[in-house]
């Protein structure tokens, strides 16, 4: 019996079947659509690093011929072999997709499946339809992949661009369209008999299977499963595919040579300190660079009004005065003063450096203190600092609801109110978690908020939409809709979790415990349910694990209850924090 797969489950092939020699059949089909079905062979930076292994209508085997497209039959779409202990060891996915060729949608489909054969006898089936799609033109439905053993895993992730996504994805691109030659004949040897699905299965009505009388005359094919030696005087391997022709061939990526980036020209204003204090008279002449701690009166310039007398005379003035200045060494720095008076009488210091003596020790208050001033006005939200951010009210006159105790300043002529959910918004909140103690602002002036010292981030949104934990927000615009969100989810009691969705156009900040990351939507994005903050709405989010009676870990678990699964389109994102909740 055939294990059904739904999007996002994963298997070991071993677990599946004992074999390595598979027919894989993908069935899908829409009303006035026409679909290309192909297999791209990938490394293990999941990128079409060798084009020879994107196997399609024009080309339709890989090199060593692991990998072949066999077409439609026996109900399917279209059909490959894949011979897995034949795949070199560079390829480490091989990934099955549908792209529309002409006008339409994916969410135009009707029931379609990929299914794996082994044996004559299907042991796995992926099955989908149009519903979990809307916009996308191509597709990724199924992938086996190379983690210690080969593993199947049912992807079902699409793109809105089609080929050109598709390729650019796995790192190809398009070339220009160029007129392709009339395909060859399929060869004489028709299908192979390794991997036909029972005849008996009745085929859909959709995509008519060949003949079953068609291939009678042709010489019998090995049996479905046989080593590659017993294959290898099959049609297939006598006579070579002929050379892709397709307008949309990936392109093997070039070596460039490294650019040199361009300098980063520091622009920050250069401040620089004066080398003696305003006012003071010049320091020891060009040439004259006497000992550190040399009596004072080698470094006395020569009296005012005669530049031209030689630095030499000025040692000749006062030998006396070490015994006139008991305090020698420190009279030393002030060159050019008369001899000095008594310690302590300020009258006969006529303050030549023209500063206070209070600011000589150190900047003042204020230089200390500019670093921590205001962030200048003239925007609706503005951070002061990674903790702090400040909404100004008159910007544009909307009011901002808040976390009822995040408010720490405000200025001017603001008015703070409570804002009730109602009776059915308290027993959702109470129901799912996900209930917001809120205050509403308004007025005019500015308002600063912050949350126990926890990082602080503004997203504006413009028309679309962010998922994010009631927990985690502190303030945002009134003009924003929210709603509970349900997650969906059949691994754990109850089958879901709850989070809020923001969608229009306005800001709501964000709050985090540490720098949090932000990453981009793959296939292949688990996290952390308690360390998750926020996901884009269009990502689709599925909860993943198993509960266990324990939270401890086992080998091969990761220690978490609960971890959610993010797929979605180039372009979604899913914040996490460095702390869980």
């Given at each position: 019996?055939?294990?059904?797969?739904q999007r996002g489950h994963?298997?070991?092939?071993?677990?599946?079947?004992a074999g390595?020699?598979?027919y894989?059949?993908v069935?899908?089909a829409?009303?006035?659509l026409t679909f290309?079905?192909s297999c791209?062979?990938?490394d293990a930076d999941?990128?079409?690093?060798?084009d020879?292994y994107?196997?399609f209508?024009?080309?339709p085997?890989?090199?060593?011929?692991a990998v072949?497209?066999l077409?439609?039959q026996?109900?399917?779409?279209?059909?490959?072999?894949?011979?897995?202990?034949r795949?070199?060891?560079?390829?480490q996915?091989?990934?099955?997709?549908?792209t529309l060729d002409?006008a339409?949608?994916?969410?135009?489909?009707?029931p379609?499946y990929l299914r794996?054969v082994?044996?004559?006898e299907e042991?796995?089936r992926y099955?989908f339809?149009g519903?979990e799609?809307?916009?996308?033109r191509?597709?990724?439905l199924g992938?086996f992949?190379?983690?210690d053993?080969?593993?199947f895993?049912?992807v079902?992730q699409?793109f809105?661009?089609?080929?050109?996504?598709?390729?650019k994805n796995?790192?190809g691109?398009?070339?220009?369209?160029?007129?392709?030659p009339?395909?060859?004949?399929?060869p004489q040897?028709?299908?192979p008999g390794?991997?036909?699905?029972?005849?008996?299965?009745?085929?859909p009505?959709?995509?008519a299977?060949a003949?079953?009388?068609?291939?009678a005359?042709?010489p019998?094919?090995?049996a479905f499963?046989?080593p590659p030696?017993?294959t290898q005087?099959?049609?297939?391997?006598q006579?070579?595919?002929p050379p892709p022709?397709v307008?949309?061939?990936?392109?093997?990526p070039q070596?460039?040579?490294?650019q040199?980036p361009?300098?980063?020209?520091?622009?920050?204003?250069?401040?620089?300190?004066?080398?003696?204090?305003?006012?003071?008279?010049?320091?020891?002449?060009?040439g004259?660079q006497p000992?550190?701690g040399?009596?004072?009166h080698?470094?006395?310039?020569?009296p005012?009004?005669?530049?031209?007398?030689?630095p030499?005379?000025a040692p000749?003035a006062p030998?006396?005065?070490?015994?006139?200045?008991?305090?020698?060494q420190?009279?030393g720095p002030?060159?050019g003063?008369?001899?000095?008076a008594?310690y302590g009488?300020p009258q006969h210091?006529?303050?030549p450096?023209?500063?206070?003596?209070?600011?000589?020790g150190?900047?003042?208050?204020s230089?200390?203190l500019?670093?921590y001033?205001?962030?200048?006005?003239g925007?609706?939200?503005?951070?002061?600092n990674e903790?702090?951010?400040?909404?100004?009210?008159?910007?544009d006159g909307?009011?901002?609801?808040a976390?009822?105790?995040?408010m720490?300043l405000y200025q001017?002529?603001v008015?703070f109110?409570y804002?009730?959910?109602?009776?059915?918004?308290?027993?959702?909140g109470n129901a799912?978690?996900?209930e917001?103690?809120?205050?509403?602002c308004?007025?005019?002036?500015?308002?600063?908020?912050?949350?126990?010292?926890?990082?602080?981030?503004?997203?504006?949104?413009q028309?679309?939409?962010?998922?994010v934990?009631a927990?985690?927000?502190v303030a945002?615009d009134?003009?924003?809709?929210?709603e509970?969100?349900r997650?969906?989810?059949?691994?754990?009691?109850g089958?879901?979790l709850f989070?809020m969705q923001?969608?229009?156009?306005?800001?709501?900040v964000v709050?985090?415990?540490?720098?949090?990351?932000?990453?981009?939507?793959?296939?292949t994005?688990?996290?952390?349910?308690?360390a998750v903050v926020?996901?884009s709405a269009a990502s689709?989010v599925i909860i993943?694990s198993?509960?266990s009676l324990?939270r401890s870990?086992?080998?091969?678990?990761?220690?978490?209850?609960?971890n959610l699964q993010f797929?979605?389109?180039?372009?979604?994102?899913?914040v996490?924090q460095?702390y869980?909740v």
């Open positions: 019996m055939a294990r059904e797969f994963k298997a070991r092939i071993s677990d599946l079947t390595t020699d598979l894989v059949g069935r899908i829409g009303a006035g290309d079905i791209f062979g990938l999941e990128r079409l690093s060798d020879r994107f196997v209508f024009n080309q085997a890989s090199p060593e011929g072949q497209l077409g439609a026996a109900g399917d779409t279209e059909s490959f072999r894949v011979t897995l202990d795949i070199p060891q560079h390829i996915k091989l990934s099955f997709t549908a002409g339409g949608q994916m969410s135009q489909i009707g379609g794996i082994a044996g004559g042991v796995a099955a339809n519903a799609f809307s916009t996308e191509a597709v990724m992938d992949y190379l983690k053993v080969w593993r895993a049912a079902g699409g809105d661009g089609g080929l050109e996504a598709l390729l796995f790192g691109e398009v070339a220009e369209e160029e007129p392709a009339e395909p060859e004949p399929a040897g028709g299908v390794f991997a036909p699905p029972a005849a008996s299965e009745p085929a009505g959709f995509a299977p003949p079953q009388g068609q291939p005359p042709q019998p094919a090995p499963g046989a030696s017993a005087g099959t049609p297939h391997s006579q070579p595919p022709q307008p949309a061939q990936p392109q093997p070596a460039q040579p490294p040199q361009a300098p980063q020209m520091h622009t920050a204003p250069t401040i620089a300190a004066p080398m003696a204090p305003p006012g003071a008279p010049p320091g020891p002449f060009p004259q000992p550190y040399q009596p004072p080698q470094q006395a310039p020569p005012y009004g005669q530049p031209g007398q030689p030499q005379a000749q030998p006396q005065a070490p015994p006139q200045a008991p305090y020698g420190q009279v002030f060159p003063q008369q001899p000095p008594p009488a210091q006529p303050a450096y023209g500063r206070p003596q209070a600011q000589s150190g900047p003042g208050l230089v200390v500019e670093k001033r205001e962030a200048p006005t925007q609706r939200w503005t951070p002061q903790k702090l951010i400040r909404a100004d009210l008159g910007v909307q009011p901002v609801l976390r009822q105790g995040s720490v001017g002529k008015d109110g804002k009730g959910a109602g009776i059915r918004g308290r027993i959702v799912t978690g996900q917001m103690q809120l205050m509403r308004t007025g005019q002036g500015q308002v600063f908020f912050a949350d126990n010292s926890a990082h602080v981030h503004p997203i504006e949104l028309g679309d939409a962010i998922c934990s927990e985690s927000v945002f009134e003009s924003l809709q929210y509970t969100r997650i969906e989810g059949h691994g754990i009691p089958g879901a989070t923001f969608q229009g156009s306005g800001t709501v709050k985090t415990q540490g720098t949090p990351v932000v990453l981009p939507v793959t296939p994005t688990f996290a952390d349910a308690n926020a996901w689709q993943s198993q509960v324990r870990a086992y080998p091969g678990h990761s220690g978490e209850t609960v797929r979605g389109a180039p372009g979604n994102f899913v996490v460095p869980e």
